[in-house]
């Protein structure tokens, strides 16, 4: 079933949005050569529990260990954060999180270059970034899921690049994950209509290389099946009478 948010809860969303959205930033300002992924994972986990009320969505959620999933290079998604692995120079690494406030969530995540970065590398960030541009644009009611899939693919695909299949975007709200799914591919005028009052986790996963997958022996970690580079970003989005509204906005600043 996909729920319907009050204003109220929208309010609650916005503000786990707003924790989350700087718990990010913090989190990327500290994405230096030398750095452990276990290290990032305390940054954000310290700061989201400085917020009262507020706690990392991801820590025991399907018994997941950290408050961060951290996907270094060819990684995708869901990587572990670990004192082991220390981030270098002309590293990607995805930073996925998500907050919950008084019961709500809300999800974001950035791909952060590692010290300096080829222009190709940009380039997928880049490109990455404008996917998911393209796929919030089309979040507006009256337009279907698979509008926004259908966005998405055709930027990553249009720029040389692959997108993953098996993983999607999502509803988010009470539970992290809710209905409906949102492949980052599609047809559109297909799949559940968008209503106001939607709360949509969108998130594009854009491969420099073929769109396959698989998970690495901890059961957790997602690569691409070729080894190519794969970049992730990932804003949740209310959809309101007059258009999308991102409550995970990139701050100005970062927090201190
Ligand atoms: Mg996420
Ligand atoms: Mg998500």
Redo the contacts with the bound molecule.
Sequence with gaps: MITIKSAREIETMAAAGKILADTLALVVSHAAPGVSTAQLDEVAEDFIRSHPGARPSFKGLYDFPASLCTSINQEIVHGIPSKERVLEDGDIVSIDCGVCLEGLHA?SATTAAVGEVGEDVQRLLRVTQEALGAGIRQAVTGNHVGDIGHAVQTVAEGAGYSVVRELV??GIGTSFHEEPQIPNYGRPKRGPRLQVGMTL?I?PMVNRGRPEIRTLDDKWTVVTLDGSLSAHF?HTVVIESDGPRIITPVPATTPA
Aim: glycine residues 16%; aromatic residues 0%; without cysteine.
């Design positions: 999800d975007g999502h986790a998130e990932e």
